[in-house]
C-alpha cells in the first residue's frame, strides 16, 4: 500500500513471489514441530484466557477440554496459536478462521436458502499466516483418526488428502477471475452427489440423512424445542445450567437492569446490519431472554439467546448474542483493526464465509457490573449440521477432510494472495507430506497438553466440573 493507494502485481509477480518464499521457507520445513525450552505452560495460558469469563463456568470449561484429547485441542486455540507463532511462515497472509479445526467446517443455510458447506466459528477470526489455519485442520484430522483407531497411515492418508485438496483448489482459485472466487461456493447437494459416487457403502444415506436434520433444524424448529408457554405467553424453557432464563439467573433488580441493557443492545446492534434487515428486524419484539453456556473453548464467555416475536406469537425469531473477547491471534499476529470486538468477528466472518446469516451484526455494552463488553449477534438456529465424525471410517474422513480443505482455500483465496500461496505449493507433494508429519507431532503434543491440564485439576491447581 502507498497511503490509500493499492498496489496491483501482475499474475507473474505474485507467483514469482511465492516461488521466491521456497528459498527461506522450504516446503518440507513445516513439517517441524519442536517445542521450545520456554515454551509456555499450557494450563497457564488457559487460566489467563479464563481470568476474563465468568467463572462459576470455568470448572466446566475444563471439565469439557478433559472428556478427550480432542474436546482438549477445540478448547486450546490459545495454546496452539502460541504454538504456530513459532512455526516456519511465508509470510503471505490472509483472512483466518484462527480455529480451523474439522468440526467448525459444516452445513449452513446461505441468505437465498440454499444449504452450503462452509466454515462456521469465527471468535477468533483475524488476518495472519495462512499456515496456520491449515496446520489447525491437519492436527484436528489427526487426532479424529487417532480417537476413531485409525493406523498411521491411515491418518497420514487422511491428512494429506486434506492438505491436497487446500493445494489443488488453491491452485484452481489462483487461475480464476477475482469475481469467479468471490461468487465460488461449495453447494450441499453436489457435496452429495460427490460422496454418493466416492464413498463407501452405508454413508450415502447418512449424508442424505444430514442434509434433511439440517434443513429441518430451523428457525421454527429452535422456536418449538427452546421455548414454551407460561400463562399463555411464550417464554424460553429453563435447562439450568445450559439455559438459565433470566428471571431465573438474577434478582428482581438486576434482571430489570440487564433487560434494559439487552434492549438496548438489539436496537443498537441493527446499527451494524444494512438497511433493509435493519427494516426487518424492526418488526419484531423482544419477549424473554436467557444466558447459554456454549461449545468447549468458547464455555465462560457471555452468551445469550434472545426471543423476539413479529406478526404474532407464531413468528419468532430467535437471536444469539455472543461475547467477543480479543482473538487468541492478536498477540502474535497483531490486533485488529477494529475497534470493536464484535465488529472484527463480523467482518472476519462475512470475508470468510460464501454467504452470511443475513442478520449477523455487533454491538458494545454495558454489562450490570459496570464494565463494557464486545457481543457479535447471529440467529441461532438457521439450517445448520454438523459432521458425526466419530462414526467415520478412514475412507469417509478422507473425504470429509478434502471437503474441508477446499473450503479453507475458498476462504482464504478471498483476502490471501492465492496466486502467491498457488505458486509456494506447487503442483507435488511436498507440503501434503510436511503437514502429515506436523500434524502427528502435534497430536503428540497436544496429548502432554491434555496430560498437563488433567495433573492440574488432580493437584487442585484447577477445578473441572459437569454440567
Given amino acids: 500500500m502507498t497511503g490509500s493507494r493499492t498496489v496491483h502485481l501482475t499474475p507473474e509477480e505474485r507467483a514469482a513471489r511465492g516461488k521466491a518464499a521456497r528459498g527461506p521457507v522450504p516446503r518440507s520445513a513445516h513439517a517441524e514441530f519442536t517445542p521450545p525450552p520456554d515454551r509456555a505452560d499450557p494450563v497457564s495460558l488457559l487460566e489467563a484466557q479464563s481470568a476474563t469469563r465468568v467463572q462459576e463456568l470455568i470448572p466446566v470449561r475444563y471439565g469439557r477440554m478433559l ?20 512455526t516456519p511462515s511465508t509470510g503471505i497472509r490472509a483472512q483466518l478462521c484462527g480455529d480451523a479445526h474439522l468440526l467448525n467446517f459444516r452445513l449452513l443455510a446461505s441468505a437465498e436458502r440454499h444449504l452450503m458447506f462452509d466454515i462456521n466459528d469465527f471468535d477468533e477470526t483475524l488476518p495472519g499466516p495462512w499456515e496456520w489455519d491449515v496446520k489447525r485442520l491437519a492436527a484436528s484430522l489427526a487426532m479424529a483418526g487417532r480417537s476413531n483407531g485409525f493406523t498411521d497411515a491411515e491418518r497420514s492418508g487422511v491428512v494429506r488428502a486434506a492438505v491436497g485438496s487446500y493445494r489443488t483448489w488453491m491452485g484452481r482459485f489462483a487461475g480464476m477471475r477475482n469475481l469467479e472466487v468471490w461468487y465460488a461456493r461449495i453447494d450441499a447437494d453436489e ?3 460427490t460422496l454418493t459416487e466416492r464413498s463407501e457403502e452405508g454413508v450415502t444415506a447418512r449424508t442424505s440423512r444430514s442434509l434433511a436434520k439440517a434443513r429441518g433444524k430451523d428457525h421454527l424448529h429452535a422456536f418449538e424445542k427452546l421455548t414454551h408457554l407460561v ?10 445450567p445450559l439455559i438459565t432464563p433470566i428471571d431465573v439467573l438474577l434478582p428482581d433488580a438486576e434482571r430489570a437492569s440487564l433487560e434494559e441493557q439487552m434492549r438496548r443492545l438489539v436496537d443498537q446492534y441493527g446499527e451494524s446490519l444494512p438497511s433493509d434487515r435493519r427494516a426487518l428486524l424492526r418488526q419484531f419484539r423482544l419477549v424473554d431472554m436467557a444466558r447459554k453456556v456454549v461449545g468447549v473453548g468458547s464455555v465462560g464467555t457471555r452468551c ?66 459496570g464494565r463494557e463488553r464486545d457481543f457479535y449477534v ?23 477432510g478434502r471437503v474441508c480443505g477446499a473450503s479453507l482455500a475458498r476462504a482464504h483465496a478471498r483476502s490471501g494472495d492465492r496466486i502467491a500461496i498457488a505458486a509456494y505449493l506447487g503442483r507435488g507433494d511436498a507440503f501434503d507430506l510436511a503437514l502429515a508429519e506436523f500434524a502427528e507431532a502435534y497430536a503428540d503434543q497436544n496429548e502432554r497438553d491434555f496430560d498437563a491440564l488433567g495433573a492440574a485439576v488432580r493437584s487442585g491447581r484447577v477445578r473441572a466440573g459437569q454440567l
Fill in 378 to 400: 447471529r440467529q441461532l438456529h438457521d439450517w445448520k449440521g454438523i459432521a458425526l465424525v466419530d462414526s467415520m471410517k478412514p475412507p469417509t474422513l478422507k473425504l470429509f
Fill in 304 to 369: 445469550w439467546i434472545i426471543l423476539m416475536l413479529g406478526r404474532d406469537d407464531h413468528d419468532p425469531l430467535l437471536l444469539q448474542a455472543k461475547e467477543a473477547q480479543n482473538s487468541v491471534l492478536a498477540e502474535y499476529a497483531g490486533p485488529s483493526e477494529f475497534e470493536s470486538q464484535g465488529q472484527r468477528v463480523v467482518a472476519g466472518q462475512r470475508l470468510m464465509q460464501a454467504s452470511s446469516d443475513i442478520l449477523l451484526g455487533w454491538e458494545r455494552t454495558e454489562g450490570i457490573d
Fill in 67 to 86: 472428556e478427550s484429547p480432542f474436546r482438549f485441542y477445540r478448547g486450546a486455540a490459545a495454546i496452539m496459536a502460541a504454538d504456530l507463532a513459532r
Fill in 231 to 240: 400463562k399463555g405467553e411464550r417464554r424460553i424453557t429453563p435447562d439450568h
Fill in 191 to 193: 457435496l452429495y452427489r
